[in-house]
Structures are given as C-alpha cells and as structure tokens.
Nanobody, 116 residues
Framework: QVQLVESGGGLVQPGGSLRLSCAAS????????MGWYRQAPGKQRELVAT???????TYAASVKGRSTISRDNAKDTVYLQMNSLKPEDTAVYYC??????????WGQGTQVTVAS
C-alpha cells in the first residue's frame, strides 16, 4: 500500500515563506497525480494545488501567484513552496496521492500557522 509522509509545516510570520514536502512510498504506479489541500478548524477541506504526472499544475485562486507546486518523480515527492503567507493561510495541510486507478491516499497532515 502507498504511504505519505509530510513535513515542513510550522509557525511563520505574515509575509514569510514555507516549503512543504510529501514523500510517497509503497506500491506506486508510474502514472499518478499529487496535490495539496488544506483544512482550517470548522471549515471544509479545500484545494490548494495539484500536479499531474506530466507536470501540469493547478492552483486555488487564493494562492495563485504566491505558491508553486513541484514534483521529483525519482523520489516520488511533491513540494509546495508558499510565499507571502497570510494569516488566512493558517490550516492543516494535507498531501494527496491519486493513482491512475484505485482510491486516493491522504497524508496525516502538517500544521501551518501564520501569525506574528
């Protein structure tokens, strides 16, 4: 089975930057998509960014221009670089693995807190 390990979360001041990482391991297919989602307390989980196996990217309007999603296929790892962070970016960030077939796999989440 596929497992996801997330890292890079923490406390950052408004205007600062963070780089989140998500490494996948296990029974990984050669064609898959990965993405980042976030969930604030009392809110529904929402899309932040996704990237396909071919490198096509999508971003939520709230982070477009401030964030970059990338992947290292050799390491089965996806990254999310977030700049110009705002307090409203505070949430638990979850990595998602989408295989070419089968169910999506979610990471356990990493906390991002933006505050002075």
């Amino acid at each position: 089975q596929v497992q996801l390990v997330e890292s890079g979360g923490g406390l950052v001041q408004p205007g600062g930057s963070l780089r989140l990482s998500c490494a996948a391991s296990g029974s990984i297919s050669s064609i898959y998509a990965m993405g980042w989602y976030r969930q604030a307390p009392g809110k529904q989980r929402e899309l932040v960014a996704t990237i396909t196996s071919s490198g096509m990217r999508t971003y939520a309007a709230s982070v477009k221009g401030r964030s970059t999603i990338s992947r290292d296929n050799a390491k089965d790892t996806v990254y999310l670089q977030m700049n110009s962070l705002k307090p409203e970016d505070t949430a638990v960030y979850y990595c998602k693995f989408r295989p070419s077939s089968g169910n999506d796999v979610w990471g356990q989440g990493t906390q991002v807190t933006v505050a002075s």
